[in-house]
């Protein structure tokens, strides 16, 4: 099993940055991608970005392309979000995930099989 924690969500002006964590814990050796989604209060839940254990590669939704980097500390076990030119419509409650198998669609949340609790961005 992994156990995922996030943080560093909170209330940012339009344009400002902020930058999320996701703590892994437990198995993680067992992953071989992780990524972040967000789900705004009416709306379904969406891809934000991805990365590829063993071989880096990062993917990006459309609507974050740009201003949004993922990125990873094996060390820490930590994954990144690094968020910069907030929009309001970036409003969301942002989920870490992580998955055993490499996702076909990496932005497909059902195949991601650990989720975090969640951090609230609400960009004003």
């Known amino acids: 099993h992994v156990q995922l924690v996030e943080s560093g969500g909170g209330l940012v002006e339009a344009g400002g940055s902020l930058n999320l964590s996701c703590a892994a814990s437990?198995?993680?050796?067992?992953?071989?991608?992780m990524g972040w989604f967000r789900q705004a209060p009416g709306k379904e839940r969406e891809g934000v970005a991805a990365i590829y254990a063993g071989s880096g590669r990062t993917v990006y939704g459309d609507a974050v392309k740009g201003r949004f980097t993922i990125s990873q500390d094996n060390a820490k076990n930590t994954l990144y979000l690094q968020m910069n030119s907030l929009k309001p419509e970036d409003t969301a409650m942002y989920y870490c995930?992580?998955?055993?198998?490499?996702?076909?669609?990496?932005?497909?949340?059902?195949?991601?099989?650990?989720w975090g609790q969640g951090t609230q961005v609400t960009v004003s």
């Open positions: 995930a992580a998955a055993s198998f490499p996702p076909l669609r990496w932005s497909v949340g059902g195949q991601y099989n650990y």
């Open positions: 437990g198995d993680t050796y067992s992953t071989s991608c």
